[in-house]
């Protein structure tokens, strides 16, 4: 027996209701990702149980594959389900179809956290393991966003795919981004647009900061935000707070154009544990406070809430500010606007601005919040001058030209978070 075996347990499902207690909708759902990954289908079973004290039955149902299996069972009264793919690969390799299929139904589901296992199963020689270790052939990674709008690009190759104590990581490379970074099926971050995303979340506030010396970065595993940090001379200390020590490592090894030894520096002091924690208990204070964290709607849900801004700004030193990203304006605006308005609530000076990233396929929006640092009122001919000062002049994005361009919004954008 030789194959792939993908198996999935997904909790918080954030999809239709149908879709966990309709019959038609599951099947039809299950039967085109199906098709769409190129497998064979040669029968398949699918029943509905009984509603139970008024509560609706779940679902399980069974494609039968020219390749092997699709299983899978609902749980609606607590939006759960349960996923089981399986393909045998010992005429041809089908491991990249099965792990397209796979993902395509969990983004449909959009659990709010999920646990798997992958498994190869039967004998292999050194080279066939190698092989499907690392080929995908052309694998095709998609993401949902908010909205039924799916964005993607192709695997040319798989670096890493686990599970960790807390999520999914894969990395891929790609001919589109160079090497992928992704968490529970979301793009985190690439190298060829990396830094677009991170200029923006560091240099702004930054910049406009007479001289930083102290920072903290809640997230950001990948090291991106850090470097960018590290850039300016006056910067003694960086405080990672990174729930995902596997995150970490795993950077270290595969995406050093990223980090680009930031995890060396000696300045740079990494505490793996619990964020939120870590800024309620913490006596330590910071200049810039940058929260590089997975999307709003994932287990990171907390740190973006008006309580948690009052405990960055507890800690935030005179003259301090924090950074953060807040969503596509265009297909996510319920939290462009929420969590504007939650800054509001906390901060005196609150500057979204917007960029777009490539690799998240939109406009997206940051913004900067503070009591006192106003990113607006810094002329450009200072910022020109502390750029060339602080000799940060390698940069990709972020120059003294782009300053006053990140802030000045869209209309729509305007509208949004007025």
Same mark, same amino acid.
């Given at each position: 027996?030789?194959?792939?075996?993908?198996?999935?347990?997904?909790?918080?499902?954030?999809?239709?209701?149908?879709?966990?207690?309709?019959?038609?909708?599951?099947?039809?759902?299950?039967?085109?990702?199906?098709?769409?990954?190129?497998?064979?289908?040669?029968?398949?079973?699918?029943? #509905?149980?009984? %509603?139970?004290?008024?509560?609706?039955?779940?679902? *399980?149902?069974?494609? =039968? @594959?020219? $390749?092997?299996?699709?299983?899978?069972?609902?749980?609606?009264?607590?939006?759960?389900?349960?996923?089981?793919?399986?393909?045998?690969?010992?005429?041809?390799?089908?491991?990249?179809?099965?792990?397209?299929?796979?993902?395509?139904?969990?983004?449909?589901?959009?659990?709010?956290?999920?646990?798997?296992?992958?498994?190869?199963?039967?004998? #292999?020689?050194? %080279?066939?393991?190698?092989?499907?270790?690392?080929? *995908?052939?052309?694998? =095709? @990674?998609? $993401?949902?966003?908010?909205?039924?709008?799916?964005?993607?690009?192709?695997?040319?190759?798989?670096?890493?795919?686990?599970?960790?104590?807390?999520?999914?990581?894969?990395?891929?490379?790609?001919?589109?981004?160079?090497?992928?970074?992704?968490?529970?099926?979301?793009?985190?971050?690439?190298?060829?647009?990396?830094?677009?995303?991170?200029?923006?979340?560091?240099?702004?506030?930054?910049?406009?900061?007479?001289?930083?010396?102290?920072? =903290?970065?809640?997230?950001?595993?990948?090291?991106?935000?850090?470097?960018?940090?590290?850039?300016?001379?006056?910067?003694?200390?960086?405080?990672?707070?990174?729930?995902?020590?596997?995150?970490?490592?795993?950077?270290?090894?595969?995406?050093?154009?990223?980090?680009?030894?930031?995890?060396?520096?000696?300045?740079?002091?990494?505490?793996?544990?619990?964020?939120?924690?870590?800024?309620?208990?913490?006596?330590?204070?910071?200049?810039?406070?940058?929260?590089?964290?997975?999307?709003?709607?994932?287990?990171?849900?907390?740190?973006?809430?008006?309580?948690?801004?009052?405990?960055?700004?507890?800690?935030?030193?005179?003259?301090?500010?924090?950074?953060?990203?807040?969503?596509?304006?265009?297909?996510?605006?319920?939290?462009?606007?929420?969590?504007?308005?939650?800054?509001?609530?906390?901060?005196?000076?609150?500057?979204?601005?917007?960029?777009?990233?490539?690799?998240?396929?939109?406009?997206?929006?940051?913004?900067?919040?503070?009591?006192?640092?106003?990113?607006?009122?810094?002329?450009?001919?200072?910022?020109?001058?502390?750029?060339?000062?602080?000799?940060?002049?390698?940069?990709?994005?972020?120059?003294?030209?782009?300053?006053?361009?990140?802030?000045?919004?869209?209309?729509?954008?305007?509208?949004?978070?007025?």
């Amino acid at each position: 027996m030789q194959g792939l075996h993908l198996t999935g347990d997904l909790f918080g499902c954030n999809c239709p209701q149908s879709l966990l207690i309709d019959l038609e909708t599951l099947t039809r759902t299950c039967r085109e990702a199906t098709q769409d990954a190129g497998l064979t289908i040669v029968d398949e079973k699918f029943f #509905l149980f009984p %509603d139970v004290d008024g509560e609706p039955g779940g679902i *399980t149902g069974t494609l =039968l @594959l020219a $390749e092997s299996h699709l299983a899978i069972h609902t749980w609606p009264e607590r939006n759960g389900v349960t996923l089981d793919v399986y393909v045998c690969n010992y005429m041809s390799d089908n491991s990249g179809k099965a792990q397209q299929l796979f993902d395509t139904l969990r983004q449909h589901f959009q659990p709010s956290s999920w646990q798997g296992e992958r498994i190869m199963r039967g004998d #292999l020689n050194q %080279d066939e393991a190698a092989v499907r270790a690392t080929e *995908t052939e052309g694998q =095709l @990674l998609l $993401e949902n966003g908010a909205s039924p709008y799916v964005f993607g690009t192709r695997s040319t190759r798989q670096i890493a795919d686990f599970q960790s104590d807390y999520q999914r990581v894969e990395v891929h490379d790609t001919e589109s981004f160079g090497r992928l970074f992704r968490l529970d099926g979301r793009f985190m971050t690439s190298e060829k647009d990396e830094f677009v995303y991170h200029e923006c979340m560091v240099h702004p506030a930054a910049i406009c900061h007479p001289s930083p010396q102290r920072a =903290l970065v809640i997230g950001g595993g990948d090291g991106g935000s850090t470097e960018e940090l590290l850039k300016h001379p006056s910067m003694e200390r960086v405080v990672m707070a990174e729930l995902d020590g596997a995150v970490v490592e795993m950077a270290r090894e595969q995406l050093g154009s990223i980090h680009r030894g930031a995890f060396d520096d000696p300045r740079l002091e990494v505490r793996i544990g619990d964020g939120f924690a870590y800024v309620k208990e913490t006596t330590d204070t910071f200049d810039l406070i940058v929260l590089d964290l997975t999307d709003p709607d994932t287990p990171a849900e907390r740190l973006y809430t008006a309580d948690f801004f009052r405990l960055c700004q507890r800690i935030l030193r005179p003259g301090g500010a924090i950074t953060l990203h807040i969503g596509s304006p265009y297909f996510d605006p319920n939290t462009v606007q929420r969590l504007t308005r939650e800054l509001k609530e906390v901060f005196a000076i609150v500057r979204p601005m917007t960029a777009y990233v490539p690799l998240y396929g939109s406009l997206w929006g940051m913004a900067t919040a503070s009591d006192t640092l106003d990113p607006l009122t810094v002329d450009r001919e200072v910022i020109a001058h502390r750029m060339a000062e602080r000799k940060i002049d390698n940069l990709d994005y972020y120059d003294a030209e782009m300053h006053q361009a990140l802030f000045t919004l869209p209309v729509y954008v305007r509208r949004l978070v007025a």
